[in-house]
Structures are given as structure tokens and as C-alpha cells.
């Protein structure tokens, strides 16, 4: 299993990204896929998941509203959008699937701030 996450970066706030999971080596349209965070000092902590057919969706109250989860099951790859960025939402952003045990992406980092 491997999920490698990009498309992290330096935005003022107001701003939007969008982060990409590249995922191989198990089947990924059976499995629901996880978007985790963790900020400097803090514990990791859920941003949003999505089922396996794309059609339910989980949000943190944090990012509700701003925050969009999806998937390309043909591409093997999920996204998070993130719209009106704030300074709390600088972390490490990391893609997460459960197959037997947990796998972890590397991160990729968004950094908010004028």
C-alpha cells in the first residue's frame, strides 16, 4: 500500500488548495479514505472522509462548509478542497486508509499566512 499526498503549499488566508492522494497497491474503490491533519504541538485529528462509492461524506466542525472530500476511483486518487483557508488550518495534511491496520501517507504541508 502506498498513498502519497501532494499539492500542499503557502496560502494567504481567504485562500484555497487543493490536496491530492495518489493511492496503490490495494483495490481503492472498496475502501472509504480519511484526510488527517496535525498542527505543530497538536495531536493528529480527522479532517474528512469519504465512503467507498463517493456518495457519503464526514466533515470535522472545524472545516465544515469550507472543506470538500472527494474521489476519482478510475484515477486511484482522492482530494480535499480547501476554501476560505485560515491560520488554524496550517498542519501537515495526511491521507489515511484502513485495510487490516492503518496506512499513512508522508504529508504534505499548508501553510496559511500573510
Known amino acids: 500500500v502506498q498513498l502519497v499526498e501532494s499539492g500542499g503549499g503557502l496560502v494567504q488566508p481567504g485562500g484555497s488548495l487543493r490536496l491530492s492522494c495518489a493511492a496503490s497497491g490495494f483495490t481503492f474503490s472498496n475502501y472509504a479514505m480519511s484526510w488527517y491533519r496535525q498542527a505543530p504541538g497538536k495531536e493528529r485529528e480527522v479532517v474528512a472522509v469519504i465512503v467507498s462509492a463517493g456518495g457519503i461524506t464526514q466533515y470535522a466542525d472545524s472545516v465544515k462548509g469550507r472543506f470538500i472530500i472527494s474521489r476519482d476511483n478510475a484515477k486511484n486518487t482522492v482530494y480535499l478542497q480547501m476554501n476560505s483557508l485560515k491560520p488554524e488550518d496550517t498542519a501537515v495534511y495526511y491521507c489515511?486508509?484502513?485495510?487490516?491496520?492503518?496506512?499513512w501517507g508522508k504529508g504534505t504541508l499548508v501553510t496559511v499566512s500573510s
Open positions: 489515511k486508509v484502513f485495510i487490516g491496520m492503518v496506512y
